[in-house]
């Protein structure tokens, strides 16, 4: 992909002039507008309030950091702003939160696959993420129903698995917390062409 010259970059100041209505990120200066998916809104909405019950309750009882759900900006750089669907910060990280945003890499992220945002998930998402290391990437997968998890080690990401809804897993960052894949996507709703969107 060609770079984006230096004076055409959009930047955090460009991106807080933005309308409200859409949801935008900004990666290496281009300027990307997620438009509304008309197929797997449910689907998301579902799986990212399921994935941040799942985090939160355990994460909360234990006194671990903190877990939000998009929309928030994760500020990586001038030049990068993103709002991933479900993210993880460490009790020892608390200070990348702040007043209105998080700036810095969080320690875990999650992207929910849609059809207008999966590239962007599976590439530049996730080679912006390696690079500012952040420690554990998932993607997720609503139409497989499946999870793959990403652990950052020398500087790039190593999968180290693929969760579908009979599976359990660990978080390589919570390893007393188990995952159920039937708990992630419980009462997901599948092929409705009615729906659509995807939560704010």
């Known amino acids: 992909m060609a770079s984006t010259p230096e004076h055409l970059k959009f930047t955090y100041e460009d991106y807080l002039q933005l309308s409200e209505d859409r949801r935008y990120e900004i990666i ?57 669907d479900v993210l993880f910060v460490s009790r020892e990280n608390l200070s990348i939160i702040g007043e209105d945003n998080i700036q810095g890499a969080p320690d875990l992220i999650i992207e929910i696959l849609s059809p207008s945002t999966a590239e962007r998930d599976l590439d530049l998402k996730k080679k912006l993420y390696a690079r500012h290391a952040v420690k554990e990437y998932w993607t997720v997968d609503p139409e497989a129903r499946k999870v793959t998890a990403y652990l950052w080690k ?47």
């Not at 281009?30 to 799942?54: A, D, E, G, W, Y």
């Not at 939000?68 to 001038?78: I, K, M």
């Not at 159920?180 to 599948?190: L, P, R, S």
């Open 28 to 84: 290496g200066g281009k300027l990307f507008m997620t438009p509304s998916p008309k197929r797997v809104h449910q689907q998301i909405k579902q799986i990212s309030r399921n994935l941040t019950t799942i985090l939160w309750s355990y994460v909360k009882a234990n006194g671990l950091g903190e877990v939000f759900e998009a929309p928030l900006d994760v500020l990586f750089s001038h030049h990068d702003v993103v709002q991933p």
């Open 154 to 200: 020398d500087n790039d990401y190593v999968n180290t698995g693929v969760y579908g809804e009979e599976d359990s897993w660990q978080p390589y960052l919570l390893p007393g917390l188990t995952i159920k894949g039937k708990e992630v996507f419980e009462t997901c709703i599948q092929n409705n062409p009615e729906i659509h969107g995807k939560q704010s």
